[in-house]
């Protein structure tokens, strides 16, 4: 493993909570903003979906050409370049288009992340890998928290453009710092860091497929929850502008905590398998108990476990996409996963949002729920296999299995 400094960590951990600070700093008010300039709720909706959408067909691509150049931060440079420009794009008064050319820009932003996971994994050993995506669960959800908490401060407190004028800057500002950013060397040595003929083996690699279905469903019930129609949810039960605050804290902050400790505390007692099945079963219990939620202390109760829960499994996730796979293919392997899971953050809300149309709100959560269980019985029957595999072949090495 390459040493890398401690300051150079400190420093791509600022550069990634500027990085989701800038992506989330407007989404809580980014629908309300949609409807003031006249756009049909329809409408609001394909340029909320945009987002998600470009991942599925983005973040692949930049993945395995990250990889064939062996490098990242130059894909890193990008995401706060297009944070910016995505921010500045909602700000161009007129056309509808402006808009979903910002949510568009938004996307191709996210999909840049596969570099920014890829390069911080390459900061420590192969065996520290669910220590790091641990790390980098808490960068994320600092920035998207600090965002979503600025965000309505800033429409009060301002304008409805505020929230996009400062995450334009905090984006030129990220860009600024990435010039500072330090990749390993031997991702600097010039020689390509994968063939297209490996392309093959990585997209084929068991762990990873199996974690991408069980994030998809585990993003599903993300942008079903919290992301999505909790907010809603709490308006119907009287939720003002300081009781969403408080929403959002009540979810993050466990949700923050459990990502921070769950390589340190509950893998080495429960094992991978086992922590990730407890998470998509409190997830669940805690998603079909908002349907019997008529108050806002139960609705920050099961919002609180919900966090806490998806914090166990989500950093797991992440940490096991990579795990089995070689450092030349590891982008490639990260752009495959974190594409599959966007059609989570997409399909997710977009079919809750036709079952809430259906039965109201619960019948979404109840759906939400249902992935919840589907994703408990597959990494039931995952683990069970693995468990027989290990069985027959008791002499197998560690470095055999990564192969």
């Known amino acids: 493993m390459n040493q890398i400094s401690t300051a150079q960590r400190m420093l791509f951990t600022i550069i990634t909570i500027l990085y989701w600070t800038s992506m989330y700093v407007y989404v809580p ?3 309300p903003y949609l409807s003031d300039r006249g756009l049909s709720l329809p409408y609001i909706g394909i340029v909320l979906g945009s987002y998600g959408f470009v991942q599925m067909f983005v973040r692949f691509p930049l993945g395995i050409v990250s990889d064939r150049l062996g490098k990242r931060k130059p894909f890193i440079m990008l995401g706060m370049l297009t944070a910016a420009i995505s921010c500045l794009f909602f700000l161009i008064p007129g056309s509808w288009l402006w808009p979903l050319a910002g949510r568009l820009m938004a996307g191709i932003c996210a999909s840049t992340w596969v570099a920014y996971t890829v390069l911080y994994a390459s900061y420590f050993s192969t065996e520290q890998t669910g220590k790091a995506m641990g790390n980098i669960s808490v960068m994320i959800v600092s920035g998207q928290m600090t965002g979503m908490l600025l965000s309505g401060w800033l429409t009060d407190g301002f304008s409805p453009y505020a929230p996009f004028i400062l995450g334009a800057v905090i984006g030129v500002l990220g860009l600024a710092l990435v010039w500072f950013i330090k990749e390993p060397p031997t ?7 994968m063939s297209f003929a490996m392309i093959k083996n990585v997209v084929r690699t068991k762990t990873l497929l199996q974690v991408s279905i069980l994030s998809i469903l585990a993003h599903g019930v993300l942008f079903i929850t919290m992301f999505g129609f909790t907010p809603l949810k709490a308006e119907e039960i009287g939720a003002d502008g300081l009781k969403l605050t408080l929403l959002v804290f009540a979810f993050m902050l466990p949700h923050a905590f459990a990502s921070l400790v769950t390589a340190r505390w509950f893998t080495p007692k429960f094992g991978d398998w086992g ?3 407890a998470g998509f079963l409190i997830s669940a219990i805690c998603t079909a108990a908002m349907v019997l939620g008529d108050s806002f202390t139960m609705l920050i109760i099961t919002q609180a476990i919900n966090g806490f829960a998806q914090g166990l499994h989500l950093p797991l996730l992440l940490g096991m996409a990579i795990r089995d796979v070689a450092l030349p293919g590891r982008a490639t392997a990260m752009g495959l996963y974190q ?5 989570g953050m997409f399909s997710g809300p977009f079919l809750a ?3 809430n149309e259906l039965w109201g709100l619960n019948g979404g959560f109840l759906f939400g729920s249902m992935l919840g269980a589907v994703a408990l019985i597959l990494v039931v029957v995952w683990a069970r296999s693995e468990r027989k595999f290990s069985i027959i072949k008791p002499k197998t090495t560690a470095k055999e299995l990564l192969k």
């Open 187 to 193: 991702q600097q040595n010039g020689k390509p860091g």
């Open 29 to 31: 008010t980014l629908s």
């Open 275 to 277: 922590t990730i099945g």
């Open 353 to 355: 949002g036709w079952l």
């Open 339 to 343: 594409a599959l899971y966007a059609i």
